[in-house]
């Protein structure tokens, strides 16, 4: 059974930033690729960022600029930074990963924006 277990999260004055963590249970790089999804009350979930296991990286465009999917491959946590946060961040914050056919998910980690 793999684990991912997120932090970072928390409330962050507009304009300031970020970085969330995701602790892995496996290998990371076993992984065909891992992502960071969010969703804000009475959204659905979206993709913000992710990164394969050769290390392709793309991001939603509404972060792009702003947002860095990275990852340690020896301590197995992927992360995301994030600059400029805005009020339109406030979500929760999942790591998902994705092994074969089979989606993992993280339990997520609230971010919140305001001033």
């Known amino acids: 059974q793999v684990q991912l277990e997120e932090s970072g999260g928390g409330l962050v004055q507009p304009g300031g930033s970020l970085r969330l963590a995701c602790s892995t249970s496996r290998r990371i790089l076993s992984f065909n690729r891992m992502n960071w999804y969010r969703q804000a009350p009475g959204n659905e979930r979206e993709l913000v960022a992710g990164?394969?296991?050769?290390?392709?990286?793309k991001y939603e465009d509404s972060v792009k600029g702003r947002a860095a999917i990275t990852r340690d491959t020896n301590e197995n946590v992927l992360f995301l930074a994030m600059n400029n946060l805005k009020p339109d961040d406030t979500a929760v914050y999942y790591c998902?990963?994705?092994?074969?056919?089979?989606?993992?998910w993280g339990q997520g980690t609230q971010v919140t924006v305001s001033s």
């Open positions: 990164i394969s296991a050769s290390g392709f990286t």
């Open positions: 998902n990963a994705v092994w074969g056919t089979v989606d993992y």
